[in-house]
Every structure is written in C-alpha cells, then in structure tokens.
C-alpha cells in the first residue's frame, strides 16, 4: 500500500471535468423563453453546482408551467443532445484523470446530472476501461449538493477515509458538500467566483497539476506507514 497517493479522487462533473455550463444555462433560456419569460445570465450563474430540483423550481418561477420531472428531462436531453456531437474537457482535466488512473488510484464521479448523462460522459472519458470505479448522481442521493451526502457516499462505495481523499469541485456548493464529507478539496473556478475558504485550496487550472499536487494537499496516513515499516 502506497502512503503517498491520496486514497482517492472525486471528481464534479458540470464545469470541472466537462465545460457544460454553457449547455445547461443556454438550455434554460430557450425554455423560459419559449414561454414569454426573460432569463439572465445572473439566473444560470446562480444554478451553478445546484440540483436540477433547484433549477426546475427557478425556471417554474420563470414562468415554465411544466412539472419538475418534465422540465429536468428537457434539461438532460438538451445538454447530452450537445455531448454527443462534441465533450468539451476542462484543461488538464483528461490528463490528471489517466495519470491517476495510471498510478492506480481510485476515481469517482460526483454529479448532481442525472445518471444517464454522467454515464455518457464517463464513457467519453475512459481509455482502455472505465475511467471511474464509482459514479453518484443526483439519481441516488436523498440530500444533494451542498449537502455531504453525495461524496460521502461515494467514499463509503470506494472504502476509503474522506480525511485520505481529495475531491476537484468548480462551485461553493459543491466545495461545501465536499469539506463537509471531510475531504480535503480542490476549487477549480470556471463561470462563478471561488473566494478563499476553509478546507479547500483555489487552483485556477488542472492543466499542469499532477498527482503529487494532489497529494500534497492530504495528510500522511503514519498509522498505515508505522504499520508497513515495522
């Protein structure tokens, strides 16, 4: 056992691992618009790392007069629409998942999309295998994003220690479900601000980072390291 990996790494998927911010938020105003409302830009930035329960109850709001379930499906199938013709990587974001991959430590996926689009992106994403041993989706969870439950969860699928594991999140929400779990975790900004906090650090890009970056930022397992030196 090698105690200078982290146990494992989580991964967001909207605006961390795929650039589909744009997707979704574009998606949301040919709907509202569709039914004379106005949509902002400051309204999708607000959704940001939010549930698609979330969303639905805004775009209601907005005027849409369609149930949360019809809505949320009308969501998916725009955006999965736009990732079949083309997945957008967020930099860096492909090469730090093989060299993971590589060393042997496990990944999962922890999205609050809905299981069919995170599974169509885990298939774009994976080389010779899957890519992630473990996919939580908003599917599966009671409490999502910013709630602890979707990366504890996932840490409890994979066995390993959230204090040993690292999560790559690009929202406060989604940073706030990750401390929460007791990762250490990585901000990565793309359409919304990360402010400095507790618990995480504020990468502005994956492109250049490694796993010993990563590593890094957890603490050294030495119960497990007196344990193999005796």
């Known amino acids: 056992m090698r105690t200078d990996l982290p146990a494992a790494v989580l991964w967001d998927m909207d605006g961390t691992l795929v650039d589909t911010e744009p997707f979704w938020q574009q998606a949301e105003e040919k709907l509202v618009t569709s039914f004379g409302g106005r949509w902002r830009a400051e309204d999708g930035l607000a959704q940001v790392g939010m549930s698609l329960w979330v969303s639905a109850e805004m775009l209601q709001a907005k005027g849409v007069p369609w149930d949360t379930a019809r809505i949320i499906d009308y969501l998916q199938a725009e955006v999965m629409g736009r990732l079949a013709r083309e997945v ?30 995170a599974e169509q992106v885990a298939a774009a994403a994976r080389r010779d295998g899957p890519i992630f041993d473990v996919i939580v989706t908003g599917s599966d ?76 930022l957890v603490p050294r397992d030495t119960e497990v390291e007196e344990e193999l030196a005796s």
């Open 88 to 117: 957008p990587w967020r930099p860096g974001a492909r090469e730090l998942l093989a060299e993971l991959r590589e060393a042997g430590v496990p990944t999962a996926l922890v999205t609050m999309s809905m299981r069919p689009m």
């Open 141 to 216: 969870v009671d409490q999502p994003k910013p709630h602890p439950e979707p990366y504890l969860r996932a840490m409890e699928q994979l066995g390993v220690r959230p204090d040993l594991s690292v999560a790559i999140e690009d929202s406060p929400p989604g940073l706030a479900s990750a401390v929460t779990a007791g990762a250490s975790a990585v901000g990565v900004p793309h359409t919304v601000d990360l402010p400095p906090g507790t618990g995480y650090v504020v990468w502005p890009t994956l492109a250049g980072r490694h796993i010993a970056d990563l590593a890094a």
